[in-house]
């Protein structure tokens, strides 16, 4: 059974930071793509970014628009965590954020919410103006 849990979400105001956990349990996710997406009270599910292995020990990483500058994504393979560190919070960033995990190897939608095979339950943000 593979289990993804978020963890790190809560208050801040605006300009704050906040830095958001996924550890990942029942499988290893070296070879995994990893992103987290968010789910904004009243829209769709979006993208917010990935993480992709390309390499013996490369990975590359792309962002919403939205985050670029101001979010950062990252893994701990040791620990099976991906990590998203976000900085400059605005309100527009208050939402419930999803860790995901994918399988996909090749030919990836990693920004698609449909590509992803594994989901964590989601932790609260909430970004005060």
């Known amino acids: 059974q593979v289990q993804l849990v978020e963890s790190g979400g809560g208050f801040v105001q605006a300009g704050g930071s906040l830095s958001l956990s996924c550890a990942a349990s029942?499988?290893?996710?070296?070879?995994?793509?990893m992103g987290w997406f968010r789910r904004a009270p009243g829209k769709e599910r979006e993208f917010v970014a990935y993480?992709?292995?390309?390499?013996?020990?490369?990975?590359?990483?792309d962002y919403a628009d939205s985050v670029k500058g101001r979010f950062a994504i990252s893994r701990d393979n040791n620990k099976n965590t991906v990590n998203l560190q976000m900085n400059s919070l605005k309100p527009e960033d208050t939402a419930v954020y999803y860790c995901?995990?994918?399988?996909?190897?090749?030919?990836?939608?990693?920004?698609?919410?449909?590509?992803?095979?594994?989901w964590g339950q989601g932790t609260q943000v909430t970004v005060s103006s």
């Open positions: 993480i992709m292995r390309s390499g013996d020990s490369t990975y590359y990483a």
């Open positions: 029942g499988r290893t996710f070296s070879t995994a793509g």
């Open positions: 995901a995990a994918t399988l996909c190897r090749a030919y990836c939608r990693l920004s698609s919410s449909g590509q992803y095979d594994y």
